[in-house]
């Protein structure tokens, strides 16, 4: 070694393990014939780099540069240190877990081109080998026990490289060097089939028994890379109506998986974008436009004009979707109200009279599958699980303490933080069963050991009885935290602006509904937000909501609160017709009996809910009474609007009403008023279509109304936009465009979902500016 050489450490943090990093280092160092080590430290990478400072420069321009596909570099320490200057060549040496701060995993990813190339080659040893994986794909999370990431960490430990994997790991030149999962047909993981009554199969028998099954309409549980999925033959009637039995789910659309992009062409609509999303390392499912003329069975999305599609994630599906010529149903196999379903023997208890192809693979940490949406202006994230998940956020200041943000009852996640850095956790569902209470507790405790952050602060929805509230204040009295409790619609909005790094700004936020402060439940909300606070400056007006909960499950009650609040529930007005209907129906004695209840203001709390307003027209323009899952008015509204084929001129003649009441100071939209309008527009004979497209353009004229007002009231003009409504991409495309025309600067989620799935990071950073400003 030179007199002339310097040594560097340097600490790398991001997700910088199992993404082949060390590999990416070594190979550098060895090419520019460096000195010194690279090794894993606790969630971080420590390099010790030793030689001419040529050589340093030439190997830390390159360093930031060009790192593996799937690394993520968040920050760069470095700091001299002596040579030692009797070192020979450069090692991965073996890791510690001393290394302090922040810490990031590596995300599952889909099985890339050049496995799947070898997956299917004759010629190659793993032809055919349904766990095929290198240092750019195959499971990451879902297998993690703890960290640094090493194969000792990960559920694949129990299983031994042969010598042929074992000289792939040891080879720098090859992409499997130091892939942690690592395996072949020889030494990995295998497949089983089950069936009650038959013999158990293992390896490419057990395959051709699923394959045969598929092929037969029958429909089967199989083993995939987060959880178990059910899947059956999306072209055949009774197997999509089993599937739907044993989910107990009878109209919420089912996943749909595809071979290849070029067989979702055949069914569905598909830009460069949603292509590129379904492609991704990330496989989310994408909602696509369906083509009318397509065979896909209209049971599988009943009365959407959307599917919900996917590409194979793991070399199994691929195995699995490439054998037919039809797409196949792949829906997680948990029942209702319980997390996904991980275990190999509560599979079997479940499916083991249908059949089970599973694997001897553990399943760490459970995993949905995400789902993805988008338009010619943007794309949403509806739910964050594989690929996507851990989410892993900056926060918009420093933190004192650390924080959890426990999230909202309905698509759950949670969200730890610690100094600048916020990790989001994957979708968990809605918490409303002991079961998923477990499963949140259970992935909660796993975040906070994989992380190491354990909060000294808890923030959690102003809802006294969420079961989320109820951990936090338990949790909180266990460990003696302080508890903060954040506003539904501040946490939205906050969650938003700190996406973006937006302090203040106007915060449109329309969902389902939320506990506001003044006891009532809100949706329809135009705040002026910044981290800590929030003023209410207007917000749809408060109707009644009969029954509360029923009220969502049954949006004609809804329409009944409306009509009920126009004064309009005698036989002889615009509503009398509808009225008779619900009758006919439900009965008059059920219908009597909502009306009373308003009257008598019993169990009817009051809503200002713009999801709960496009319940109610759903329930005018569809006639719908009760629908079996979240949202499903809504979503079949917004398909029945984009059915309509009328210009813009055309559709200006169908102008619906709304009016603003600013007597208060706080303005109120008389969103009773755009709900008569509606009826109006109806009985005259426009087609249901034209009007519920003329009803988005009037929730769209609305916003930008108000948003004029307080633009000119307050001086702002940022607006985020937060909440379940916008996942409505007709709407919310609408929004954009006008606003943009108008000036306005706007915001919508780009990582976070805009849903409940986003609250728990906007929890974290409220409740961390209050307390801290306490101080």
């Known amino acids: 070694m030179q007199a002339s050489a310097s040594r560097l450490r340097i600490i790398v943090h991001g997700i910088v393990q199992g993404v082949g990093f060390r590999p990416y280092v070594f190979n550098l160092a060895e090419r520019l014939q460096l000195q010194g080590f690279v090794r894993n430290n606790g969630g971080m990478a420590e390099i010790e780099i030793e030689g001419s400072q040529d050589q340093l420069d030439l190997f830390l321009n390159a360093f930031r540069q060009n790192p593996p596909q799937l690394a993520r570099i968040e920050e760069i320490r470095m700091e001299p240190c002596p040579a030692t200057g009797g070192q020979a060549g450069f090692q991965i040496v073996e890791s510690r877990s001393d290394g302090l701060g922040p810490r990031f995993l590596p995300l599952d990813a889909a099985t890339c081109a050049q496995c799947l190339e070898e997956l299917f080659s004759p010629t190659d040893r793993r032809y055919l080998y349904p766990f095929i994986n290198c240092i750019d794909c195959g499971p990451r999370f879902t297998i993690i026990e703890h960290l640094p990431y090493d194969r000792a960490s ?87 109506q089993i599937i739907r039995k044993l989910k107990s789910r009878k109209d919420k659309p089912l996943a749909v998986m595809f071979a290849d992009i070029t067989m979702v062409e055949a069914y569905c609509h598909v830009s460069e974008k949603e292509e590129s999303l379904l492609e991704s390392a990330q496989r989310p499912i994408v909602l ?154 259970a992935t909660f405790n796993l975040y906070e050991r994989l992380f190491d952050i354990e909060p000294q602060l808890i923030a959690h929805d102003l809802h006294p009885h969420y079961q989320t509230t109820i951990f936090a204040e338990e949790l909180a009295r266990r460990r003696g935290l302080p508890l903060v409790s954040v506003q539904h619609h501040h946490a939205h909005a906050v969650s938003l602006m700190a996406e973006h790094k937006v302090e203040n700004a106007l915060a449109v936020v329309f969902d389902g509904t939320g506990l506001g402060t003044d006891g009532n439940f809100w949706g329809g909300e135009f705040l002026l937000a910044s981290y800590s606070r929030f003023e209410r400056l207007a917000h749809l007006e408060n109707v009644p909501m009969p029954g509360g909960e029923a009220a969502i499950k049954s949006p004609w009650r809804m329409a ?55 319940d109610a027209v759903a329930a005018l323009i569809s006639h719908g009474g009760h629908v079996t899952y979240e949202g499903q008015a809504a979503m079949e509204l917004e398909a029945l609007a984009r059915d309509c084929t009328c210009s813009q001129s055309e559709l200006s003649k169908l102008k619906l009403r ?47 109304g108000v948003l004029q007002i ?38 919508f989620p780009e990582k976070l979902p805009v849903n409940d799935g986003g609250i728990s990071f906007g929890q974290v950073v409220v409740a961390l500016s209050q307390f801290e400003s306490s101080y």
């Open 658 to 704: 709304y009016e603003l009441d600013t007597d208060s100071g706080t303005i109120a939209v008389k969103s009773t008023t755009l709900f008569q309008s509606v009826q109006e527009a109806l009985l005259i004979g426009h087609a249901r279509e034209c009007v519920a497209r003329a009803f988005h353009a009037a929730i769209c004229d609305l916003i930008v």
């Open 710 to 747: 307080l633009r000119s009231k307050t001086g702002e003009s940022t607006v985020c936009f937060a909440g379940g409504v916008f996942q409505n991409t007709l709407l919310s495309s609408m929004v954009e465009e006008a606003l943009l025309n108008d000036r306005f600067q706007v915001f």
């Open 288 to 441: 696509l436009r369906r083509k009318k003329e397509c065979d896909l069975l209209s049971s599988v999305a009943p009365a959407l004009d959307e599917v919900g599609a996917m590409l194979p994630s793991t070399p199994l599906h691929y195995m699995l979707a490439r054998a037919f010529d039809f797409p196949l149903i792949a829906t997680s196999a948990n029942e209702k109200g319980y997390p996904i379903l991980i275990d190999d023997q509560k599979a079997r208890d479940s499916y083991g009279s249908l059949g089970v192809l599973f694997h001897n693979r553990e399943i760490y940490s459970g995993y949905d599958d995400s789902i993805m949406r988008s338009s010619s202006r943007r794309t949403v994230t509806l739910r964050s699980a594989r690929g996507l998940a851990p989410g892993q956020f900056n926060l918009p200041f420093k933190a004192g303490v650390s924080v959890l943000g426990v999230g909202a009852h309905l698509k759950n996640t949670f969200c730890l933080a610690k100094g600048l850095e916020a990790r989001l956790s994957q979708h968990l569902g809605d918490i409303d069963t002991i079961e998923r209470l477990d499963n949140y507790e």
């Open 154 to 240: 990960t559920t694949m430990k129990c299983f031994n490289m042969c010598v042929d994997c074992m000289a792939e790991y040891s080879d720098p030149a090859n992409r499997r060097f130091h892939a942690q999962p690592n395996a072949c047909h020889d030494c990995g993981p295998q497949l089983f089939f089950e069936m009650a009554g038959s013999r158990r199969l293992s390896g490419a028998d057990a395959l051709d028994a699923a394959k045969a099954m598929l092929q037969e309409n029958r429909v089967l549980a199989v083993k995939g890379l987060g959880g178990f999925h059910l899947m059956g033959n999306a072209q055949n009637a009774e197997a999509v």
């Open 560 to 614: 009944l609160g409306y009509i009920a609040q126009l004064g309009q529930t005698g036989k002889n007005d615009c509503f009398s017709d509808f009225l008779k209907d619900l009758e006919v129906r439900y009965g008059a004695k059920e219908t009597a009996g909502v009306i009373a209840q308003i009257e008598k203001n019993f169990n009817t709390p009051l809503t200002s809910s713009c999801g709960r307003l496009f």
